[in-house]
T-cell receptor, first 114, second 116 residues
Framework: GESVGLHLPTLSVQEGDNSIINCAYSNSASDYFIWYKQESGKGPQFIIDIRSNMDKRQGQRVTVLLNKTVKHLSLQIAATQPGDSAVYFCADLAGGTSYGKLTFGQGTILTVHP | EPEVTQTPSHQVTQMGQEVILRCVPISNHLYFYWYRQILGQKVEFLVSFYNNEISEKSEIFDDQFSVERPDGSNFTLKIRSTKLEDSAMYFC??????????????FGEGSRLTVL
């Protein structure tokens, strides 16, 4: 069945370091992926997305890499700041962009130490 | 920046009681969703709603759940007879129209439901 999951449940980094958060998916038909950030007590917040016809996409301080061969997705955060501390979820959007049924992974807790 | 607003932020109820959670979507968005997150677990899809009808629902969304848009602005989730396992954070989310070519969902801050 379709599943989206993460390799590591927690990640601790020092301020200024680069962070890499990984995600594996099992559905070969998955064609659209999104990274969300969830701060304590808040709803998930969109970070960046990528379609399966791309292998890399960059945003502000964030880069998402997609390796379809091994069904692996990663989120890189450059110069991590304490405000980046949150839970990060990858999600697969079923049906392309049609209905918004996101399948979330378990999440990685990122802690940034000053 | 426009945002999705949810009320109440926290509701405590007795098992078997009815609960209604409310959401005010972003005004020009056409797709509405409810997700839930049991404490410490991942966010799970419940239901999607478009053009005043349910587009898709998960196995969690059984006959005890219903959604509606009663007045063209609010989007509500009703649980008819709450169970202990319904205790969770419930998130409303909305999305721009289909032609926006993005799957970006805008989430509210959630309504925490505690069933005793």
């Amino acid at each position: 069945g379709e599943s989206v999951g993460l390799h590591l449940p927690t990640l601790s980094v020092q301020e200024g370091d680069n962070s890499i958060i990984n995600c594996a998916y099992s559905n070969s038909a998955s064609d659209y992926f999104i990274w969300y950030k969830q701060e304590s007590g808040k709803g998930p917040q969109f970070i960046i997305d990528i379609r399966s016809n791309m292998d890399k996409r960059q945003g502000q301080r964030v880069t998402v890499l997609l390796n379809k061969t091994v069904k692996h997705l990663s989120l890189q955060i450059a110069a991590t700041q304490p405000g980046d501390s949150a839970v990060y979820f990858c999600a697969d959007l079923a049906g392309g962009t049609s209905y918004g049924k996101l399948t979330f992974g378990q999440g990685t807790i990122l802690t940034v130490h000053p | 920046e426009p945002e999705v607003t949810q009320t109440p932020s926290h509701q405590v109820t007795q098992m078997g009681q009815e609960v209604i959670l409310r959401c005010v979507p972003i005004s020009n968005h056409l797709y509405f969703y409810w997700y839930r997150q049991i404490l410490g677990q991942k966010v799970e899809f419940l239901v999607s709603f478009y053009n005043n009808e349910i587009s898709e629902k998960s196995e969690i969304f059984d006959d005890q759940f219903s959604v509606e848009r009663p007045d063209g602005s609010n989007f509500t989730l009703k649980i008819r007879s709450t169970k202990l396992e319904d205790s969770a954070m419930y998130f409303c989310a909305t999305r721009r129209g289909f032609l926006a070519n993005t799957g970006e969902l805008f989430f509210g801050e959630g309504s925490r439901l505690t069933v005793l």
